[in-house]
């Protein structure tokens, strides 16, 4: 049984950081795109970030992009998202997310294995 396990979130100013981290165990997801989701207070689950099996493809919502970072360390099973410059629109529950595909989706239903989330509160 795979098991997603996020840490890192936290309570920060507006323009603070923070780096997220999903340990994966009970599978290697390795070899599968994993990416990152967040839900905020009354409002749906939305795609924050996506990367392929090996690392060299990443893709980003509009609104983070070139503030937010997704990496991964695939001989620890781990996936990080590194967040700069963070704003309170950006106040939510993150979730980590791994499919047993190569290819990237945005789309939550592609996705085959979901972390309990971690949640990040950027302070006006």
């Known amino acids: 049984q795979v098991q997603l396990v996020e840490s890192g979130g936290g309570l920060v100013p507006a323009g603070g950081s923070l780096k997220l981290s999903c340990a994966a165990s009970g599978r290697n997801l390795s070899t599968g795109a994993m990416g990152w989701f967040r839900q905020a207070p009354g409002k749906e689950r939305e795609f924050v970030a996506v990367i392929n099996w090996s690392g060299s493809d990443t893709y980003y919502t509009r609104t983070v992009k070139g503030r937010f970072t997704i990496s991964r360390d695939n001989a620890k099973n781990t996936l990080f998202l590194q967040m700069n410059d963070l704003k309170p629109e950006d106040t939510a529950v993150y979730y980590c997310?791994?499919?047993?595909?190569?290819?990237?989706?945005?789309?939550?239903?592609?996705?085959?294995?979901w972390g309990q989330g971690t949640a990040v509160t950027a302070s006006p």
């Open positions: 997310a791994a499919r047993q595909s190569r290819s990237y989706s945005t789309g939550q239903y592609d996705f085959d294995y």
